[in-house]
Structure formats: C-alpha cells, structure tokens
C-alpha cells in the first residue's frame, strides 16, 4: 500500500519561503506524476504543480513563477520550492502521487500559513 508523507509546512511571512517534501513508501512499482494540491478552507482542492515522469512540469497560473517543483526518482520523493508567499497561498498541502496503472495515493497534507 503506498504511503505519502509530506512535511515542511509552517507559517511564514509574507514574502517569505518554505520548501515542502514528500515522501513516498510502500509497494511502488512505477510511478507516473507526483503533484502538489492545496485546499483552502471552504475551497476545493486545487493542483499547485504536477512533473511527469518524463519531466514534464505544469504549474497553476496563481504559482507561476514563484514556485518549484522537482523530484527525485531514486528517493521517490517530491519537492515544492514555495517563494515570495502571500496571504492567499495560505492552504493545507498535500502531496499526490499516481503509478502507471492507474492507483492514485494521497498523503495527509502539510499546513501552510502566511501571514501578512
């Protein structure tokens, strides 16, 4: 069973930084995308950034630019760069993470606070 957890959260100031890990355990096989989700409360949850297993990286227009993510593929982990934070990226994080046939897997979340 594959397990996801993720750490690096805190809160910071506006215009500061965190960087977000996520590990990966448990009966992987092959892994397809790793991604980086974030909820808000009373929001959804929304896709921060994804990376292919071929490398292909996709970020929300709302984090363009200011974040990074990267993984490691011999650690299975997933990084999220986060800098010049706001107010608004305020939102529990979570990492995600989904294998060539199909099996999705989702950690608990990491919170992150910005204040003003």
């Known amino acids: 069973q594959v397990q996801l957890v993720e750490s690096g959260g805190g809160l910071v100031q506006t215009g500061g930084s965190l960087r977000l890990s996520c590990a990966a355990s448990g009966g992987i096989f092959s892994i397809d995308a790793m991604a980086w989700y974030r909820q808000a409360p009373g929001k959804q949850r929304d896709m921060v950034a994804v990376?292919?297993?071929?490398?292909?990286?996709v970020y929300a227009e709302s984090v363009k630019g200011r974040f990074t993510i990267s993984r490691d593929n011999a650690k299975n982990m997933v990084y999220l760069q986060m800098n010049s934070l706001k107010p608004e990226d305020t939102a529990v994080y979570y990492c995600?993470?989904?294998?060539?046939?199909?099996?999705?897997?989702w950690g608990r979340g990491t919170q992150v606070t910005v204040s003003t």
């Open positions: 995600r993470l989904d294998t060539t046939d199909n099996v999705a897997a």
């Open positions: 990376v292919q297993s071929g490398g292909s990286i």
